[in-house]
T-cell receptor, first 115, second 110 residues
């Protein structure tokens, strides 16, 4: 199946700094990418949807100035958590959808710990 | 508002048993229904998916049953193994909108 790669797998940053997470579709062109946040033992919460070359669409309650999403190419989307705080510590997962078909593939996720 | 309701929340079966996870939806515009398997600390992996014009789909030990009139679908795992212990999410897709169920934690006892 299609592969979606996330980097880094885990990151620790100091409170107040920014951290960037990359999401790449390795063997297909992803016209749409999604970013999720997941707390322990809970389902995935959609944060935003991004289409290549256009601004991301954020879900209600998600601060777009805090969670910057860039989808500059058909194979790469980035999520930047700006001025991170301990409450931003979470498991962030991206997913990608190709140009054809309904199948959405997920990355392995990125653990963010803000200290 | 939970658009896809999943049950049970957790499930324990003996090895070789057939766990069944159920999901129900309201929005008839959903046109694709995938199931994902997630191990701790990992991203969800696509397991199997079905379209609403199909009543059943089988891939290996995994089977989806789909009841369009009842707006329900379920996942059956045949001959379950301890390695199947994971969290399972049903989902429903409409366009670019993917809605997840709350998840079912499955434990297969050896």
């Amino acid at each position: 199946g299609a592969v979606v790669s996330q980097h880094p797998s885990w990151v620790i940053c100091k409170s107040g700094t920014s951290v960037k997470i990359e999401c790449r579709s390795l063997d297909f062109q992803a016209t749409t990418m999604f970013w999720y946040r997941q707390f322990p033992k809970q389902s995935l919460m959609l944060m935003a949807t991004s289409n290549e070359g256009s601004k991301a669409t954020y879900e209600q309650g998600v601060e777009k100035d805090k969670f910057l999403i860039n989808h500059a190419s058909l194979t790469l989307s980035t999520l930047t958590v700006t001025s991170a705080h301990p409450e931003d510590s979470s498991f962030y997962i991206c997913s990608a959808r190709g140009e054809s078909g309904n199948t959405i593939y997920f990355g392995e996720g990125s653990w963010l710990t803000v200290v | 508002q939970q658009q896809v309701k999943q049950s049970p929340q957790s499930l324990i079966v003996q090895k070789g048993g057939i766990p069944i996870i159920n999901c129900a939806y309201e929005n008839t515009a959903f046109d694709y229904f995938p199931w994902y398997q997630q191990f701790p600390g990992k991203g969800p992996a696509l397991l199997i998916a079905i379209r609403p014009d199909v009543s059943e789909k089988k891939e290996g030990r995994f089977t989806i049953s789909f009841n369009k009139s009842a707006k329900q679908f379920s996942l059956h795992i045949m001959d379950s193994q301890p390695g199947d212990s994971a969290t399972y999410f049903c989902a429903a897709i409409q366009g670019n909108k993917l809605v997840f169920g709350a998840g079912t934690i499955l434990r297969v006892k050896s």
